[in-house]
């Protein structure tokens, strides 16, 4: 039995079987030539979780015998327009024993030693999948409106944090500049920016606040400070407690080590940012998937990059679709933000009052529902904007599906009774942008957000796949 494994193990590394084991580097300068196609014999579920590799044919291999043999009913014309192929799979195993399988049957063929993992290890990018398109990093930069590209929404620059404006958009495109923690703080509590918008400003004030620091004494206790300040804007929304925690933990390690702890944040911001983008794609990806020819789709409020990124995949999919977007009071997020960027995206898009979704459920105008999520509990509870919960209601009574999209859920939040429910300043009911919509001397209530119980879910479309909202605390993260 120990013969037979070193021999196995021998058979993995090296030559016993002939074939031409290649390393990941030499794979990409070979792909270069138009005589040369990568073929990746992963599964597709490996394929959607992990990432691709641009331009890689992809066939399953277990239909390899079918595709390549010419004598085939199922042979691919593929397999005839290149002279040498290149196999590859996670780890290289499963490549070595397809490519004894294509050489035997007169193919010339080698292997990428290590397969995907050696070429992500070498430093070669991986592109995400959407059925056949493959969209890199900066693919899904350039097909988002201007509002979403990172640079635009918040960023460290001069001594100062630069905000993405989104109180003057689609009107104005220009930043609020804050040279303190306590701007930004002001600036995310007044709606300058929203969404991920708040954390992403947050953690780039600890950056500043950091350089502002650097050469003083009890810096650790002076950035607890801001971070508990930059908390306290949005007690909804936990994301923002999350990302703070985790670049301070950055700036920490730095300094333990006699490093600048801004820079070391602002390293550890570039990380999260080019994670967070790369599970846009592959969320967006699953959301195009549900959608179909033909559909209306209700939104509410700004569900962000992963809705917007979903909508335009299925639009350049040849997808005919209609987006609906309520206006969202009192803010007119959905007039102001959401509506603009995806008329930016080529998608159609209808404007409609908050109160329209049941009406247009009933004309047969809606297939699906589709927000995003401020947060979730991890007995599946949604928490969003306001007006969220009475269109999962209607959509439920009319049997339409409403799909969340989510980057993850609270741990720290069980269930419904422990998520808090910011109220909002009364006064911002009774106008809008400033134009007076009744009497001061009316009483008005501001919930800024609303819970939707998981039976109105259908499922929650996550970097994982669509989930159901059941099964979440199960290890989804």
């Excluded at 009913?73 to 290289?92: D, L, N, R, V």
């Excluded at 195993?93 to 990428?112: E, I, K, L, N, Q």
């Excluded at 929203?194 to 003083?216: E, F, T, Y």
């Amino acid at each position: 039995m120990v013969n037979q494994m070193m021999n196995f193990n021998e058979m993995m590394r090296g030559g016993t079987d002939g074939l031409a084991i290649l390393d990941a580097a030499a794979c990409a300068k070979l792909a270069k030539g138009k005589d040369v196609l990568l073929v990746d014999i992963r599964d597709v579920r490996e394929r959607e979780r992990d990432g691709c590799i641009a331009g890689a044919y992809h066939m399953p291999r277990g239909m390899l015998e079918f595709w390549m043999h010419k004598d085939s009913p199922y042979y691919k014309s593929e397999f005839g327009k290149y002279k040498h192929f290149i196999f590859i799979c996670a780890k290289g195993w499963r490549a070595r024993r397809a490519a004894v399988t294509a050489r035997d049957m007169g193919y010339d063929v080698s292997v990428m030693d290590g397969g995907q993992s050696a070429w992500r290890d070498t430093g070669l990018g991986l592109v995400q999948l959407d059925g056949d398109r493959f969209y890199t990093l900066a693919d899904i930069e350039s097909i988002l409106p201007h509002i979403l590209k990172r640079q635009n929404i918040a960023r460290y620059e001069g001594g100062k944090v630069l905000i993405g404006n989104r109180k003057e958009y689609p009107f104005e495109k220009n930043f609020v500049t804050c040279d303190s923690v306590e701007e930004v703080a002001v600036a995310i509590e007044t709606m300058v920016t929203q969404g991920v918008g708040p954390w992403v400003a947050a953690v780039h004030a600890l950056a500043m606040r950091a350089d502002q620091l650097k050469n003083s004494a009890d810096i650790l206790r002076k950035l607890a400070v801001a971070k508990d300040r930059l908390i306290k804007t949005r007690p909804t929304n936990t994301l923002i407690r999350y990302r703070l925690e985790d670049v301070l933990k950055s700036a920490t390690i730095a300094l333990d080590k006699g490093d600048d702890p801004a820079k070391a944040i602002l390293k550890r911001i570039k990380s999260i940012m080019d994670q967070m983008y790369k599970f846009y794609g592959r969320r967006a990806g699953y959301g195009a998937k549900l959608i179909e020819d033909g559909d209306g789709i209700l939104t509410m409020c700004f569900a962000e990059t992963s809705f917007v990124l979903a909508m335009a995949m299925a639009k350049m999919s040849g997808k005919d679709i209609t987006v609906y977007v309520p206006e969202t009071r009192p803010y007119l997020q959905g007039a102001r933000l959401t509506a603009p960027s995806l008329h930016e995206c080529g998608v159609k898009v209808k404007l409609i009052t908050d109160g329209m979704g049941a009406a247009l459920m009933a004309e047969g105008k809606i297939q699906k529902y589709m927000t995003a999520a401020d947060l979730i509990s991890l007995d599946g509870h949604v928490v969003n904007k306001v007006g969220t919960f009475p269109n999962a209601l209607a959509a439920h009574a009319h049997d339409i599906p409403y799909f969340v999209f989510a980057w993850g859920c609270d741990h720290n939040k069980p269930d419904r009774a422990s998520i808090e429910i910011e109220q909002r300043d009364p006064a911002d009911i009774r106008n809008i942008r400033g134009i007076p919509t009744t009497l001061d001397a009316i009483d008005a209530a501001y919930p800024a957000f609303d819970i939707t119980p998981p039976k109105y879910i259908t499922g929650v479309i996550t970097r994982h796949g669509v989930l159901s909202p059941y099964l979440l605390k199960s290890g989804f993260e």
